[in-house]
């Protein structure tokens, strides 16, 4: 089931308005490749509206979930790989503010599903580190360079 | 000239997501009825990515400004009766949270173009009251009850 086009170009809006689109790597050695790749789309809301909008949004998508911070703030995030794919492949034509970030997001998430080896996986790590680098200016610590250093560590890369 | 639907769609999802539907009665001694009328719909975004993202929104509506404040945030402001009849007719169809603010601006707006008397100025001004009760719930100073008794000190209203 799709979404129509007047409620991704809503939800596009909503999204560059107020929502993020992320993905990082996170050190978690019971991982194949010690990192375990972390995406997610979020939409955000004060508590107060939020709850029952986002229930409304969900009714439409048929995806994700809804959960409300401690902080007061209502999340509808859609963090499994279909989910994400679903929300992004249908208002990726109308976002404007986070278009780039969208299509990289929906390149790693394709690649990942073909990671045979170490050496795919750093292609991955390498694609996150070019979607921070998007977002962001500052180094941070598990890009690419440590990912390699941590495999490399581990024998799971050679030479 | 009307913005298409998709476009009204994708600006609809970003006020809900980040801007503004507001008015608001400033005392002011030179106007008629002492009161002002100030209303406006704003987008908000970081000065980084809003100016030219603003640009090609305004190019689309062809309605309202851009303006930088002094903390970085880049608003785009309709604040003229136009303007905001133009952005609010358009979006309104596609507008989730912040509908009922839209159709009683609308109504607002209208009202106040037909003032011919302090009465129906204290009429817009108990529109006004109901306008802020929708989006928050604490008394504020200049509702309709301080602008009768203000336009009754005034001999503007009488008996």
Chains 1, 2 share one sequence.
Request: aromatic share 14%; glycine share 4%.
């Amino acid at each position: 089931m799709n979404l129509s086009k007047l409620d991704s170009a809503y939800i596009a809006g909503f999204i560059d308005g107020d929502g993020s689109i992320y993905v990082q790597l996170k050190p978690n050695s019971t991982y194949r490749y010690k990192f375990q790749i972390i995406a997610y789309v979020v939409l955000y809301q004060s508590i107060n509206k939020g709850i029952k909008f986002f229930e409304e949004i969900q009714k439409l998508t048929n995806h994700g979930y809804i959960r409300v911070r401690k902080d007061g703030i209502a999340e509808y995030i859609f963090s499994k790989v279909n989910d994400i794919e679903f929300v992004l492949k249908n208002i990726h034509p109308y976002l404007r503010l986070k278009k780039e970030q969208a299509s990289l997001m929906l390149d790693i998430l394709e690649s990942k599903k073909n990671i045979q080896n170490s050496k795919d996986f750093l292609d991955v790590a390498g694609k996150i580190d070019k979607f921070y680098f998007m977002n962001y200016s500052k180094k941070r610590k598990n890009d690419a360079k440590y990912v390699e250093k941590v495999l490399r560590k581990e024998k799971l890369l050679t030479p």
